[in-house]
Structures are given as structure tokens and as C-alpha cells.
């Protein structure tokens, strides 16, 4: 679904939610992140992360803005803008079990 909006690339606040559920259920558990994740509007997390995409290539610059949402660490961060531009990572990064949430990221952005 990301891909499919083209150059206007967003994230919506519920994929957002849904990926920081994901991450949180396969890594160590910090009760509080869900509920800061959940606390920007879906506008910012819309016109934060069209911010974003419109960084890439500059991968570094992008994370950070993609940060400035409340919750939003470097790893969702960098694992949200992934499946738009997955040239960044090599292919052995994505199939590597270290990986789990890029690969779900990846599958789920596909099928959304």
C-alpha cells in the first residue's frame, strides 16, 4: 500500500500502531511505547512521514524526521521507510532471522 502511493508516500497512524504491536509482541516489551505511539494524530503521523520519504535517498535524515513522532525509535523508524526503498539493505538482511521485523514490514506493506 505504501508503494502504491507513489511519490506522495505515507504511513497512516494505523499501520504505525500496528507495526510498533508487532515489534513490541517479537522484542523486548516496553508497556508505554504503544500508548505514545498511539498518542500522535494521524495527521502528524501522515505529514511526518511524507516529510520522510521525500529525504530519501539520505536514509539518516529521513529516520530523524520520522523520529520526531512521539515513540518513534530509530529501529521503527528505519524498518517503516525499508519496504519503500529496500535498495538500502542488502538481500541477506531482510531473510536474516535478526531481521524479523523488516521482513514482516516488508511482507505486510505488500499486502496492505
Not at 508503494?3 to 508497556?31: C, M, N
Not at 511526518?48 to 529501529?75: D, I, M, Q, R, Y
Not at 529496500?86 to 524479523?100: A, R, V
Request: charged share 20%; net charge positive; with cysteine.
Amino acid at each position: 500500500k505504501i508503494k502504491s502511493r507513489g511519490k506522495e508516500a505515507f504511513i497512516t497512524h494505523d499501520e504505525i500502531v500496528q507495526t510498533i504491536k508487532w515489534k513490541l509482541a517479537r522484542g523486548k516489551f516496553y508497556p508505554q511505547l504503544t500508548n505514545l505511539v498511539r498518542i500522535n494524530t494521524p495527521r502528524a503521523v501522515q505529514m511526518e512521514s511524507k516529510k520522510a520519504f521525500k529525504k530519501l535517498p539520505h536514509l539518516e535524515s529521513a529516520v530523524a524526521t520520522l523520529c520526531n513522532l512521539k515513540g518513534v525509535g530509530t529501529t521503527l523508524a528505519s524498518g517503516s521507510l525499508l519496504p519503500h526503498h529496500q535498495h538500502f539493505l542488502p538481500q541477506t538482511s531482510l531473510s536474516s532471522s535478526s531481521y524479523p521485523i523488516l521482513v514482516y514490514i516488508s511482507r505486510a506493506c505488500t499486502k496492505i
